[in-house]
């Protein structure tokens, strides 16, 4: 079955940096777009950014753009988010998430397999 874990939260000062990780398994990891989204307190969970299944296209939030870089390994099937000059309004969950896509660019109603999350917080 399916598994997306999720690592590399935690609680950070504004301007700082996290890097967080997504070990995926029990699917064909190579052929599918990644996502990674976010759930802030008491808000519902918004898309952060995307990338197809080779790695060549990438498509971000606004919100998020020009701070943050999705990258992946297939040869680890991991997915990665940089995240760089953390702001307190990007304190939230964060998942990871599998598309039954390719494309970047596909629906967000594609993304069907979703990891637990991993906390992260930025304090001012």
């Known amino acids: 079955q399916v598994q997306l874990v999720e690592s590399g939260g935690g609680v950070v000062q504004a301007g700082d940096s996290l890097r967080l990780s997504c070990a995926a398994s029990?699917?064909?990891?190579?052929?599918?777009?990644m996502g990674w989204f976010r759930q802030a307190p008491g808000k519902g969970r918004e898309f952060v950014a995307t990338?197809?299944?080779?790695?060549?296209?990438?498509n971000y939030a606004d919100s998020v753009k020009g701070r943050f870089a999705i990258s992946r390994d297939n040869a680890k099937n991991t997915v990665y988010l940089q995240l760089n000059s953390l702001k307190p309004e990007d304190t939230a969950v964060y998942f990871c998430?599998?598309?039954?896509?390719?494309?970047?660019?596909?629906?967000?109603?594609?993304?069907?397999?979703w990891g637990q999350g991993t906390q992260v917080t930025v304090s001012s």
């Open positions: 998430a599998a598309s039954t896509d390719y494309s970047a660019f596909g629906k967000i109603s594609d993304f069907r397999s």
């Open positions: 990338i197809s299944w080779s790695g060549r296209s990438t």
């Open positions: 029990g699917f064909d990891f190579s052929n599918y777009a």
